[in-house]
């Protein structure tokens, strides 16, 4: 049982963990005061709808690429700059 208390994460190490999450969310996700710590379950959601609309973005941009690439001519030097900036 020894080590299983080892691996329980603190109360402190939790908070710490929420303030570094609530950094990575852009100033327009972040709600309410920013001197308070949000709850958990509050930022937890804020994450999932931001990583959400991250998804949502790069689908809308591989769909608008893939449409640029079909009307383009395969051989052409701007299609050989798109490729390879993919490729970066």
Do not use: F, W
């Not at 100033?27 to 509050?42: I, L, P, Y």
């Not at 790069?58 to 798109?82: K, Y």
């Amino acid at each position: 049982m020894s080590s299983r208390r080892s691996t329980r994460i603190t109360e402190e190490e939790i908070s710490e963990l929420i303030s570094k999450l609530q950094s990575l969310l852009p100033e327009g996700r972040r709600r309410g005061n920013s001197r308070m710590q949000a709850s958990a379950t509050k930022l937890l959601k804020e994450t999932c709808n931001y990583i959400k609309s991250l998804h949502r973005e790069v689908d809308d941009l591989s769909d608008r690429l893939s449409d640029l690439m079909a009307g383009m001519d395969n051989d052409s030097a701007q299609a050989e700059i798109i490729r390879s900036l993919l490729r970066s």
